[in-house]
C-alpha cells in the first residue's frame, strides 16, 4: 500500500520518523539526530524538508508531528490544550507549522501548589494507548509513562482528566553522577533493587531515605556497585508509592506505556505495592496516536 | 589565663581550631584549608604539628579533635560508638591519634531498611550544647543540625537515642548546579522560599514536588530567578514535614544547631508547620563539646 503520512515524534535528544498506510501501519523508519535541543532557531523547518522528508522518499505526503517540536524551542508553538481533553479536543486543535505540516499540542492541567503542569508528546501515545485499546475508552484508567520525567496520568471515559510529572529519571540521573552516590556500576541488580523499594517506604521523606544508599554501603551491607541498583529502587519505589496518592488516584491496576526496559523497573517496582501492573509498547502507541490525530 | 586544650573540630573540608583556658574560654582561633577530604595517607599527623600547633602557640598542649579526621580517610579511625550514648560514653571512648592528641568517636545508629546510621562532629555539637543548657538534660528534645547532611537527633535525659540523616543540602546542590533546576541566582528571596515549604506538603512525592519548580516558571507565575529560593523551601520545607515523622517524634519544638544563616532557614520552615524553632550557634555548641569532652 501507498504511503499516505509521515508521522514523527520529535522530542528533545531525538526525531524518530515512519512512513504509514493508509490503515496506520508502518512502511518504512528512520531517527535522526535532530533533538529541537540541537536545533538552532529556525533550523528544524529547514533540517525536516532537507533531511527527513528525503530519507523516507516523503516529499508531498501530509506529516503531523508530536512532541517537544511544538515548544518555544522547536518549529512552532502548538498551544496547550487545557484537561479534560480526549482525541477529539487534540485532533480539533493541531498547529499549521507548514503547507502540509501538523504539530500536535501538548496538554495542560493544574498541578501542584497552583503551578500548571504539562506534557508533550506523551499525550499523543496515551490517545494512541486509547485507540489501540477500545475496550479502555470507558471507566478509568491510570497510566504511568517512566521516562526522565515521569507522567502520571488519570483517564476517564477516554479523556486524559489531569496527570502529575516526576522527575524521578532526572534525580537518578544527577545523583548517579554528581552525588555522594556517584557510581559507573551498572543498575542491574535485581535484588539491591528490591532492597531499594522497601526502603522508599510511603515515598516520604526521601531526601533521608536516600542517606540509607549510602549508609548500606559504609556500613558494610552492600557493595558498592549495588548502588545504583539500590538508589533506582528507591526513587522509583517513592514514586509509585506517593505519585497516585498525589494524584487522586487509588488503583488497582497500572497500565505502563513508553519503554519496555524502563517500563519493567516500574512493574516490578509497582507489583510489591499489591497493584497490577501492565506493558505496553510506547513507539507502537505513539504511531497509533499520530494515526489517529491524522485521521481525526 | 593559660592556654589548657587545643581544640578542633576537623571536617571534610575544613579544619577549625581553638586554644581554650582552663574554665574552655576561648584565647585564639584559626581556621586551616586542611579538610580530610584534602589530606594524602599520612599528611594529617605531619600537617598538624607543622601547621596547626604553632600557628596557635599550642606546640605541649594536650589536643582533642573531632569530626571526619576520625573516619578512614582521616588521621586514625576512631570507631563508632553505638546510640544510646552522651557525654560520658564518648568520653571513656577516645581514640589517642599520637601522642597528646585524641579523636572523638563518631556515632551509629540503626537507620533506614537495616543500614547504619552514622555522624561525625555533629555529636561533639548536641554534647557540647547540652553542657550549655543544664535545663536540657532532663527529658526529651529534638535537635536538627542542617547541612549537607542534615542530622535529626532525639535525645533523651542527656543521651541521644537515635538519629536520621536528610540528604538535603547535597540535594539542593546538585539540583542547583546539574538539572533542569539549574540557576545561578541566590538563594534570598522570602517570598519565594515560602512558595517552595507550601509546596512540600506532608513531605511526600518529591519528586513530583520538584517538578513544580520547572513549571510555575514555565506557566509564567514566577521568574527564573528565583527558583533557588523556591528549592530552597521545598526541599527544607520537604525534610522538616516528614523526618521528624521517620524518626517517631512528633515535637513541639525543635532546636536547631549549626551555621546561623541555614537555622534561620530551617527556622522560617519549621514555624509554618506550629512547630516552634530554636537557633543555637554551631561553633560555640562545638567548642563547649570539645572542652566536656576534655574536661570528662
Known sequence: M????????????NLR???????????????????????????????????VRPALGA?????I??????????????????CPAGLADLAGRLTVAAEGVRIVPGLRCDGIAGAPDVMRGEETQILGWLAQHPERRTGRHLVCHPGTHAKWVLIEDGRII??????TGELFAVLGEHSLLKSD????????????????????????????????????????????????????????????VLLGAAPSQVALLGD??????????????GVEAEIFDGEAAAIAGLWALYAG
Open 2 to 13: 501507498a504511503a499516505e503520512l509521515l508521522a514523527c515524534d520529535w522530542g528533545t535528544t
Open 17 to 51: 520518523a515512519w512512513t504509514l498506510d493508509g490503515e496506520g501501519a508502518v512502511i518504512a523508519q528512520r531517527d535522526f539526530p535532530l533533538g529541537v535541543s540541537r536545533l538552532a532557531s529556525g533550523e528544524a523547518a529547514r533540517r525536516f524538508e532537507a533531511e
Open 59 to 63: 516529499h508531498a505526503l501530509p506529516a
Open 65 to 82: 508531528l508530536c512532541g517537544m517540536i511544538g515548544s518555544n524551542i522547536g518549529w512552532t508553538t502548538a498551544a496547550y490544550v487545557d
Open 162 to 167: 489531569r496527570f502529575v510529572t516526576a522527575m
Open 185 to 244: 556500576a551498572p543498575a542491574d541488580d535485581d535484588a539491591a533493587f528490591d532492597e531499594g523499594v522497601a526502603a522508599a517506604g510511603a515515598g516520604d521523606a526521601l531526601a533521608a531515605r536516600l542517606f540509607s544508599a549510602r549508609a548500606r554501603v559504609v556500613g558494610g551491607q552492600a557493595e558498592a556497585a549495588s548502588t545504583p541498583s539500590y538508589l533506582s529502587g528507591l526513587l522509583i519505589g517513592a514514586e509509585v508509592a506517593a505519585v497516585p
Open 260 to 273: 519496555p526496559a524502563l517500563c519493567t523497573r516500574y512493574a516490578r517496582a509497582i507489583s510489591r505495592t
